[in-house]
């Protein structure tokens, strides 16, 4: 299994202040905006993403949230492995909200349908968008793109986009690899 760096650790800290700065741009006090990061990977970048913002750009009361879609995903009960819940931590009201999706790599789009159907639990928000650190461009089954992405990268379909943060994967540091299957 052969694996090439696509993206290393100052790679990854400009692209974060990137996107920080650009949900900014939009948000601006970010006093109508929810950050919600889509378990289990997208929670890792929207927890970054929020300390960024907080500590280096003094973004205060950032609402941050993280949301479990399995029971929702188009693809619940097709595998040989039952899929493992993870837990849904939405400690504020979405409706009218400006919701900002966060998640690690866009693939197929699909585990964006489920969160789209999953918030709905939640209320009615006012936009919901979505930040990405890594677009798959061409394996999209939905249309579905984002509004934020740090990089956009094109991937074939034996090879996997792997995001390595320091806190979670026991790695040196931050990293983005292209994995051959």
Partial sequence: MSQKVL?????????????????I????????????GLQPRGVF?????AKILSEDYQVKDIQLGQLDITFFRDDFR???????ANSTKINF??????????????????????????????????EIELLTLIDRRFS????????????????????KVKVNWKEHDDADADSVYLIEK
């Fill in 7 to 23: 993206l290393n650790e100052k790679e990854v800290n400009i692209i974060l202040h990137r996107l920080a700065c650009q949900l």
């Fill in 25 to 36: 741009e939009k948000h601006n006090d970010f006093s109508n905006t929810v950050l919600i």
């Fill in 45 to 49: 970048l929207a927890d970054r993403l």
């Fill in 78 to 84: 097709r595998g040989e492995k039952p899929l493992e």
């Fill in 93 to 126: 009201l979405v409706e009218d909200k400006n919701i900002v999706f966060i998640d690690d790599v866009l693939y197929t789009g699909r585990s964006i349908r489920a969160a789209l159907t999953a918030i709905q639990s939640f209320g009615r928000p006012n």
């Fill in 140 to 159: 999209r089954h939905l249309p579905i793109q984002p509004d934020y992405r740090g990089r956009q990268v094109d991937v074939i379909n034996n090879e």
